[in-house]
């Protein structure tokens, strides 16, 4: 019997102590590089964590051997994986395990254990927040070669992307690059309102102003009012109050409760002054005061109530009840955004949120009520993309504004 054979004889027994010293006879007298995977065998089935560095230099002279034995990989990945990338592993000297990693990526042939280590790599580098080193990690990892229970841990819960995403958010580390970002909202798309949100926030504070404009963009159609609220604050420092008021009359038309809004109502007032639109400032002051005395008072604001009785003595207004200072506010902040007449013959797309029976709902980000449509024979669903144009028109009762759209088209739906 060779050493060994010994060795693997006792290995199998279970006296790994006694196969180790058997297996290092055997590779410093006949420099057998099996007799290395053995040893690697036995610490692996040992679980013992202090040996790890005995492990590490075990991989380190099988991945250094000119004539390098193939079958020793699986081995060798076996041991990374279960002994020193696990999640509770003390293990923290990562430049050696970067250059064996270096060194397994041109020695090792089989591309589905590459992809396996450098999964789990990539997750044990992401608990231990060493994210630059993820992001060049996942260039070797290849889903097509990768088992279904691994690729299924890479793919949902594990990915670098997620675990950078969860590190982002909790560290708010915005050194990453955006495209990064954009992958994790693709495996993520919940992500995508908080992830952005909080990168455009960033850069805004950075004063970088542009690019967080570029990074709200795509954040516009979840027509949320505090989104319309940060890209309003942008224009408003950037001196460009016709954008700015904008943006600041699409936060308040997205709130559910005006006087929720009188911090926003207050810059809209402050911008129709400035771009020159007295009577819509006049309302908007109106509004705030009327805020002002149904809570009591609990906002002072002196100046303001002295720019509303000079825009008051000069259109020589009369005093005019909330619901008539509503009316007006509201058609003059949704005259200006472009609804009712400014929208007809304009094209708007939205998603249908409801279908009864030859009508339905459509809720588009343009638009802050939901639009009546007519189904006319059109196979359709709940969740289609349409393309529309929109049609006013006050309801008798009420008095709200409502909207119709008209020459529907299907941008996106289901098969037909």
Known sequence: MTDYEKATSFRKEKKYESAIEIYEADWKSNNNSTSLAGILNCLRAMKDKKSIDKGLD???LIINEEKFVDWCENEVSYYLATIV??????????????NIFSVIINKFKEKKTISYIASKMSNFYSDNDQFKVV???RRYVDLDHLDNDIKKEWTDKVTYLYRLYKCFLKNKDFSIDFDVLVETVKINP???LHLMRLYAQYLHEQELDEEALIVYQPLERFNKDYIMNEIGDIYYHKKEFDVAVKY??????SAKYYDKKYSVLKRIANCFLVIGMDESAFYTYALLLKFNRFHQATVHDADLNITYCKLKDKFNFNELSYQQINREFRKRIQDYVGYGEKKRGLVY?????????????IRSADIDKDIYFKVDGMILEVGDTLKFEIKQFE??????????????SIMKGRKR
């Open 349 to 361: 797309s939205g998603i249908i949120k409801s279908l009864i029976k030859d009508f339905g709902f």
């Open 395 to 408: 309801d008798k009762n009420t008095k709200d504004i409502k909207y119709t759209a008209k020459n529907i």
């Open 135 to 137: 992001k060049r990690l």
């Open 190 to 192: 919940k992500s995508e």
């Open 248 to 253: 600041f009359i699409k936060s308040v038309l």
């Open 58 to 60: 075990t991989i380190e």
């Open 85 to 98: 990338l696990k999640k509770d592993s003390d293990f923290k000297d990562f430049d050696r395990l970067n």
